[in-house]
Structure formats: structure tokens, C-alpha cells
């Protein structure tokens, strides 16, 4: 049965977008896909970028709960469905990542088109800046795999730790504040470039994102200095900008609507 979804899924070429003619191709489509709640949504939209899809990027239990705000017991209950329904796994650290099955079924929900709900990693408020610093260090005495590995899981300061993904030619860490005030994307690359993104989830000020960054990049520099005995950074670069975000909660909300009113015949598993 799972092939056969899979196999309709492949097929349906439809794009959905928001517009007075998509209801249509949406109840054909959720005609196919398998009923989901609204929280195994709001799972799957925040594995809907391309470092969840492309890069394998994988997110612990407590990195998904921070990310979304959501009740333990809620998200719990949403992984696991996700996991039976073979959308989502586990890897050998607990973390959730996305299956070849659970790529082709965010690509049908979500796409990739203008006017279709999106989600970004770094991107999940359009209002607020970021700061970002490049650090460089030499790429043959530190190892981005190496140190993205001894990184992952780690807690600092107010930052928990969220995800990540260790490729061949980048790594990247994503931290979170207790309080989800703040952001902290690490991305490590074979050239010897380690960039720092910081990003404000809520109003503040310049000052208190430079603050951030700074506790940040302390924090990586620490770390390389006691990971391979290295101190020495060719450079330190600062850059303030602000997140363009390409998801749109109000598109997200309508299908939402239309998703519930087309699923209401349906039982829960």
C-alpha cells in the first residue's frame, strides 16, 4: 500500500497554489497523501528546507519541541507517527531525519513555487536581523567532520542544541536559547571557513545581537582551541543583515483550513 502512495505521489505533477482554482488539485491530492495531524505538519514544514532535504540534516527530539513551541507529549505522539508511516527516521544518535519517501511527500505539501508555504532554517521571521561572523582557521590541522561531531549535542551558556548535518564538503550545528529569543547556525566547510549566524526569533536591539554572536563565537573558538590545540584564526568577519523569510504563516494557516475540511471524513490512526 505504501509503495502504491509512494508511486501516486511520484506521478502527481499538480502544483497547488492558493489561488481560486487550487481547492481542485488539493482534495486530489489529499485524496492520495496520508492523513496527517495539524503537529505532524508543523513537523514536516520544519523539515522543509533544503538542508533537511538535501544535506540530511537531522533534528533531536528536544531541538524539534524548542523549534516548534509545542507540548512533549503532542510532539512525541506526532513522531511517532511519522516514523511508522515511514516519513521520518531515526539515526544512530536519536535524531529524526527525513526518509527518500518523506522527501517526495514534503515536496507534493509544500513545493517549491512562489506562493507555497516554506520554511527555512535560518529564515523563521522576516522582522528581525542576524548577525553573522567568518572565522578561518587552517583546514589541515582541524577537520569540519571532526569538529562538527564533537560539537553535536552539545549545550553552552542559554544555547540547547537542535540539529545537525555532517557532509563531506559542510557541516552544520543549529542551537537554540532557552527562552527561543536567539539562533545559532554554525556552518563548517573543507576550506578552513567556519561562519557563525545569529539570528533574533523576537525584537532586540544591535547591541544584544553582538552580544550573542560574541558568546557564540567564544564558544567555537574554545572549543577548536580544546579540540586540536588551536588558537591561532586568520580572520574574524562582522555582518548584520536582515532574514528574508520565504515562509508565509498565512498561506500555511489556509491550507491548513482546507486540509482539516477535506480530511474530517477520515479516523486518525
Known sequence: MQEDLQNALIKNSQNVYLDKDYLLPLNAFVSNAPVLSFPEMEVLLLFNNEDAKSRGFSFGFQGIKRRLDI???RLAI????LVRRGIIAKNEDKEYFLTKYGKILISNLFGNGDNKARYT???VHSDFPSCEVEIRVNPRRINHKILAKKLKGKWFSHYRYVGS???EDMSVLEW??????YSARVSAGGEGSIRITIIALQFCEDVQLREETNK?????KKSIAEFFGESQFYQVEFTS????SSFDPNLLNRWMEEIYKSQTQYNYS
Request: hydrophobic content about 30%; charged content about 30%.
Open 216 to 220: 557564540v563565537s567564544s564558544f567555537i
Open 241 to 244: 543583515t536582515r532574514n528574508k
Open 121 to 123: 532554517l535560518d529564515s
Open 165 to 167: 548535518s555532517l557532509g
Open 71 to 73: 507540548h512533549q507529549q
Open 176 to 181: 537554540i536559547t532557552e527562552d527561543a529569543r
Open 78 to 81: 506526532a513522531l511517532r507517527r
